[in-house]
Nanobody, 127 residues
């Protein structure tokens, strides 16, 4: 079964940190671009970070300098390190895998470029 599973979401105070994990099973994640997306209540899903199969990374302006996306090939996983969290970061976070796009095409972190999605993990930033 082809599957992505996210974990690591939690309740954290503003200024805190979390690391989200995205583990793939049934396929080799290394060959895919992986995007991190989030969706807050009443808002559209938005891309926050992506890492291409070649290792190029992209970030939305709202998280640039605070979030870092990385891969662990041996663990068939991708991570999202989130630092200096803000209340506006509160959302369900999803990872997704996509194939067939060049590095530069993935710069806008668009949901339509990804076709395998995890179930999401809740991140709540609150004092």
């Amino acid at each position: 079964q082809l599957q992505l599973v996210e974990s690591g979401g939690d309740l954290v105070q503003p200024g805190g940190s979390l690391r989200l994990s995205c583990v793939a099973s049934g396929f080799t994640l290394t060959y895919y671009a992986v995007g991190w997306f989030r969706q807050a209540p009443g808002k559209a899903r938005e891309g926050v970070a992506a890492i291409t199969s070649g290792g190029t990374t992209y970030y939305d302006r709202s998280v640039q300098g605070r979030f870092t996306v990385s891969r662990d090939v041996a663990q068939n996983s991708v991570y999202l390190q989130m630092n200096y969290l803000e209340v506006d970061d509160t959302a369900v976070y999803y990872c997704a895998a996509g194939y067939g796009y060049g590095d530069y095409e993935l710069r806008d972190i668009t949901p339509g470029q990804y076709d395998r999605w995890g179930q999401g993990t809740q991140v709540t930033v609150s004092s």
